[in-house]
């Protein structure tokens, strides 16, 4: 079914009034979860609320937490999240990066103690909005299997880029590893099966039944079970496609957000007690270089480029973000998509929040 | 043949002596191939000698040229090559990104109307020795075909990246296409198939046949023709092995190196009268966020955890930099490793330059 994006928004507020959480923040959590499911990232948006919901039971986010600066520079800042959801820090994190950018050229902050954060591109994005370059970076729960090894160790540690370009910036979003694992949720959800290599068992052999993968994956990122399997570094399966760069490219994250910040890397967010997730963001002031209108116009020259280039039959190319800034503008006029499984847990939530759910449109 | 890495160093010294390099500029010129060479990184080593050569002859490269700084702040550098070899001004840049870093925490610099600049790790491993993370892009001529595209346009864009760790730092040093030309260049000289889906003919069909491949890459990287054909992105073949992720990360290395840096992108560097590579660099302290000795301990952990992995049976799992640091204790002692081709390149080299060629050892 599709629902309107505004009543996602009001539901998702009130929701997140219930449980606890303040006006602004609720309202900030609301709206991350609303961008995604309008740019057609459904694994990032509504679908999430119920392991929002369940954390929140379990005292693994603490709605009423504040953030706190431990370590502030002129370019920098070190954050605690205080087990308050990821959005709510990276936000706070990216807006001062802003100010920060404006006077010297650049800054970076890690948050440490975190939880999920939604998606990268949404920080990203508020430096684009600016003209800044920004980057956001996350860990996550064990799920990604270095290569040559049988089991889990590094997250789907995220990087989102953005750079200034017309009509839209550049935006560049996505896990480390090759797929998400809210992938292979949203398969399994919809008794698909993957279609790539995308996931191993315990013998590194690849397994394409998604409920069989997604099954695994909660044990391997949510207990201390050491099942084996998981999901596979970018590059695939073999190290003769360069599976070692996914591997390099994770392990950067990993070295930026829970080695900088002093909290715990992917593979121990599986311990008891230990479930933080660390973030790291950095922006750029381009007019250090040049003229924004001018650097902005070079990047919407190549891409319109690239766009143009021979290609096979019946493919489009795109740059990253054109399918996400085209799913928003159809998505806010159709509404957007929820499945129905993310729809009966709506309605487990909505009587238990004693909030109203949204209708089919 | 062997020969000792010494040795190397004093041909390689006098040879760009003869070229018209000043006394600093060569030895800094010989030191990034030498160190190539001794981390088995060959295709950035002695073997490029020709290719300078060439260059300079060409005017391409101008040996007498000083580097210019065009633009400065405390966090920042803009930097003209001056069509001087990449190494000069990208030596320049690290050092001087060094002295802001320690004063700011984080500083970045882009050169435009560069050549190559050798390694990416070279300049990312002087900013390791500091105690600093540090990263290197650089653009290259146009060898890689975008999801879905035909034809070439993107550079196999290089990121390198080192945080401080022991025994060594991490040093993640690679192109972001599925692999850099070299490797297929190498393949080629032994008449060997390539092994995975790393290159594909104008209709998108991947080719196994190095010599095909290497044949097709000097036109499509050197000339102006337009054979169709190249290289991939990380990801392979196909989208739902999310190759798109491949072409993003090239992506972000254009827009950080030719696009920031106001020079040519990958794809116009074939152009008449356009050759000019650039480069970017950052430098950040991680003191900004802990004790750096906390830090090193911190990865130096992970990274034997990681090592220590169950994985296949008659694999091992190495971290980045791994393999490099063992070639380089080895090459140090048994000298660095010359193939025939580059043996006769350098007879005649020294033939030229009056200079004698290192003996075999």
């Not at 997250?155 to 200034?164: C, E, H, L, Q, V």
């Not at 993957?194 to 039944?209: E, N, Y």
Request: aromatic share 8%.
């Amino acid at each position: 079914m599709r629902i309107s994006s505004s009543s996602e928004k009001t539901f998702l507020e009130k929701v997140f009034a219930a449980d606890g959480f303040s006006e602004h923040d609720g309202s900030l959590l609301a709206d991350t979860l609303v961008d995604a499911d309008l740019r057609g990232i459904s694994s990032h948006g509504i679908q999430r609320l119920a392991w929002y919901t369940s954390m929140i039971k379990e005292h693994i986010i603490e709605p009423k937490n504040k953030v706190k600066v431990l370590k502030e520079t002129p370019t920098s800042l070190l954050i605690d999240a205080n087990k308050n959801m990821g959005q709510i820090a990276s936000a706070f994190a990216m807006n001062s990066l802003i100010e920060k950018t404006k006077k010297l050229g650049i800054s970076l902050a890690v948050i440490r103690n975190s939880n999920h954060f939604g998606t990268a591109g949404y920080y990203a994005r508020l430096a684009a909005k600016q003209g800044l370059i920004g980057i956001a970076l996350t860990n996550t729960r064990p799920l990604v299997v270095p290569t040559n090894a049988t089991e889990a160790f590094l997250g789907s540690n995220t990087f989102a880029f953005t750079f200034p370009a017309d009509p839209h910036p550049f935006v560049f979003d996505g896990a480390t590893s090759i797929v998400s694992s809210g992938k292979i949720q949203v398969l399994a959800k919809n008794n698909k099966p993957i279609p790539g290599d995308w996931a191993v068992d315990d013998q590194r052999h690849v397994v394409s039944d998604a409920q069989k993968v997604e099954d695994n994956l909660a044990k391997v990122a949510f207990t201390e079970d050491e099942p084996g399997g998981g999901v596979l570094t970018l590059g695939g399966l073999l190290e003769q496609n360069s599976n070692y760069k996914g591997f390099g490219n994770s392990l950067v994250v990993e070295l930026l957000t829970g080695i900088l910040a002093q909290g715990s890397i992917s593979a121990d967010t599986n311990k008891p007690g230990k479930h933080d997730f660390s973030q790291f963001f950095l922006t750029i002031n381009p007019e250090l270089f040049g003229d924004l209108e001018d650097l902005k116009q070079s990047a919407t020259k190549m891409f319109d480029r690239i766009r143009h280039l021979k290609h096979v039959a019946g493919t489009h190319i795109m740059i990253p973000g054109d399918r996400e800034y085209k799913h928003y503008d159809e998505n806010l006029k159709q509404g957007v998509v929820i499945d129905d499984k993310t729809a009966k847990e709506l309605e487990t939530i909505g009587k238990d929040t004693h909030v109203t759910v949204p209708k089919a449109i």
